[in-house]
């Protein structure tokens, strides 16, 4: 999709966003895992950089999100430039309401303590 020079489409979460954020005027919207999918999808593999080394967001991401596993490049990233965008992968954790039990298949006991959810944002840096 991206000509040699263009900027590279970062891949954030809650931890390194505002890292990222340090200089600039940005624009953040919402995004459906739908509009998350298609915009990763029109991506090579080596135009877009994850920027987290968390697990659990790549679990979310390929296997509850239904986007295609690839081996992105890992890249600590401290400021975005001018014109680039990043989709930040944003986990928002509450307590349980209710605190089931249940018994695993080797009988033993495990209980319920939270509710994970995750969405997504698109933000561009403008300047």
């Known amino acids: 999709m991206n000509n ?7 891949l954030l979460d809650n931890s390194n966003m505002i890292s990222v954020l340090n200089e600039g005027e940005f624009k953040c919207h919402n995004l459906s895992f739908e509009e998350a999918k298609h915009i ?12 987290f080394s968390n697990q659990d967001i790549e679990t979310i991401i390929y296997d509850y999100l239904g986007i295609e596993k690839k081996n992105y490049t ?18 928002y954790i509450t307590p349980s309401e209710t605190q089931p039990v249940i018994h ?24």
């Open 4 to 10: 040699a020079d263009s900027l590279p489409l970062l």
């Open 104 to 127: 695993a298949d080797d009988g033993v006991e495990a209980k319920k303590i939270q509710n994970v959810y995750v969405y997504c944002q698109l933000v561009t840096r403008i300047s």
């Open 74 to 91: 890992y890249k600590h990233i401290r400021n975005m430039r001018p014109g680039q965008d990043a989709i930040v992968f944003k986990l």
């Open 40 to 51: 990763l999808s029109v991506y090579d593999e080596k135009e877009v950089l994850r920027c």
